[in-house]
């Protein structure tokens, strides 16, 4: 809807307002013509503001249409005040629209479009049935019968009470027979819905069916105990309309929310699982790249050094090459096994441990009863904490022992690791217990260090296994 458009809308429903706060208070047959003057108008401008606030949000839903609408058929029911016979006839018959319109929001709520054939018939009946119903009793009821000093009504063709009893009977049954098909229809289909679109439908169907049942009890006789009531109920409705509205536009965001975090999670997880494929392809290409032709070189000076004989000065020069060359190749080595071990991709997560654990200058004891079997991405989160505490414990700690434990257990993998050190160890101050972190939060786990000073240092990882 346009701006232009609402305001216009805007300017009707405060013309009808004020035209209903008058007719009641002029009104000579009107019981609490100053309540009426209030409410009626109230009724009217809540339906309308609430219904251009939904169509604004939600222009591809008609409830907003619809609750507008319901705002002028509710104007046209309090024109049963006017004194004048043809208007109060008039609203005799049309001023039952709103039961109607009240009946297609609550069929189609939350978009206003109804979902089949047979809910298409319910409105329908209710468009026929909530304005005609009583017209049969109006043609012989009077006054008397009606129970008001209200102007003659212009539908009256001759005052019969047996008539005018049967014609109010007949309408009754038609107001409880709908109501009994409604609420056949709504309940179910409330007991089926998702929970969080049946938090959405609560408060609507159930101001709505309240509304429905007291009207139908106000229709059948029983007068203003019922009637205020009901008022009441329909005066509520815009606020459980927009009470739903808010809460279906949370629940929007939140599926949102929750599906880009799962996105982020997913993304995550690809970056890890993506680095440790480039780790094993980094490995590969030293162990049989760099590291095969190191390897190659070495023979090839070992067998220069047979062929130098008694020369003393080129053997010496071959002896400190070969030195240099065994260097250069355990640092190859080192830096393989620091990029992605070959052991952990070829034999598993215990194995890899057991190398690491034995190249710790710091007695360390392992237990690994549960790191068979696990999802790769999983064993190089848990090798790669292992490893970066481990290498703290030898830089840092200044401890006598360590211990290394990985465990199994409520569908996670916990692996800790703890010293007897000095303690005083920070997350924040350096990257690799950052990265470590980063590490095991794209697999949904969580890091957590303990490190008082003088008291050790405890590294607790723990990793879902459906990561």
């Given at each position: 809807m346009t701006t232009a458009r609402a305001w216009a809308v805007v300017a009707l429903a405060l013309a009808a307002g004020a035209t209903a706060a008058v007719v009641a208070l002029t009104s000579d047959h009107r019981d609490a013509r100053i309540v009426w003057a209030i409410f009626g108008p109230a009724v009217l401008l809540s339906f309308v503001g609430t219904g251009l606030y939904a169509w604004r949000r939600r222009p591809e839903s008609r409830i907003g249409a619809?609750?507008?609408?319901?705002?002028?058929?509710w104007f046209l029911f309090t024109l049963e005040s006017s004194n004048s016979p043809?208007?109060?006839?008039?609203?005799?018959?049309?001023?039952?629209l709103w039961g109607g319109v009240f009946l297609h929001i609550g069929m189609s709520f939350p978009s206003g479009r109804l979902a089949s054939a047979r809910d298409r018939a319910i409105v329908i009946a209710g468009?026929?049935?909530?304005?005609?119903?009583?017209v049969p009793s109006l043609l012989f009821a009077g006054e008397h019968v009606l129970d008001c000093a209200c102007p003659e009504h212009l539908l009256l063709l001759q005052p019969d009470d047996d008539l005018a009893l049967a014609g109010r009977v007949f309408g009754a049954l038609l107001y409880v027979g709908l109501f009994v098909i409604v609420l056949a229809r709504t309940v179910p289909r409330w007991r089926g819905a998702a929970p969080e679109e049946r938090v959405q439908l609560a408060p609507v169907y159930a101001c709505a069916l309240l509304t429905f049942l007291l009207v139908t009890i106000a229709q059948?006789?029983?007068?203003?105990?019922?009637?205020?009531?009901?008022?009441v109920s329909t005066a509520l409705l815009p606020f459980a309309f927009l009470g739903s509205l808010l809460r279906s536009h949370v629940s929007h965001l939140d599926a949102e929310l929750r599906e880009s975090l799962e996105e982020l999670r997913a993304s995550r997880a690809r970056v890890v699982q993506a680095g440790?494929?480039?780790?094993?392809?980094?490995?590969r290409d030293l162990h049989d790249g760099a590291q095969s032709r190191l390897v190659a070189l070495a023979l090839l000076l070992r067998t220069a050094r047979l062929r130098a004989g008694e020369d003393r000065g080129l053997g010496e020069l071959?002896?400190?090459?070969?030195?240099?060359?065994?260097?250069?190749?355990?640092?190859l080595r080192e830096l393989a096994r620091g990029i992605h071990p070959a052991v952990l991709t070829d034999r598993g997560l215990e194995p890899a441990l057991h190398a690491l654990v034995a190249r710790v200058p710091v007695p360390v004891t392992l237990e690994a009863a549960g790191a068979e079997h696990l999802p790769g991405a999983v064993e190089s989160a848990a090798y790669f904490v292992v490893s970066e505490a481990l290498t703290n414990v030898a830089k840092y700690a200044n401890a006598t022992q360590a211990s290394v434990a990985v465990r199994r257990e409520n569908g996670h993998v916990t692996v800790e690791v703890s010293d007897d050190g000095i303690g005083g160890a920070d997350a924040a101050g350096g990257s690799g217990l950052r990265g470590l972190s980063d590490r095991v939060?794209?697999?949904?786990?969580?890091?957590?260090l303990d490190s008082p000073a003088g008291r050790g240092t405890r590294l607790r990882a723990e990793i879902p296994l459906g990561s």
């Open positions: 619809l609750m507008v609408l319901l705002g002028f058929a043809l208007v109060h006839t008039s609203s005799l018959v049309t001023g039952g468009y026929v049935i909530f304005p005609l119903a009583f059948a006789g029983v007068g203003d105990a019922a009637w205020w009531p009901a008022f440790d494929a480039e780790r094993r392809r980094l490995e071959l002896d400190r090459a070969q030195e240099e060359l065994q260097t250069s190749l355990a640092e939060a794209a697999l949904d786990g969580r890091l957590r």
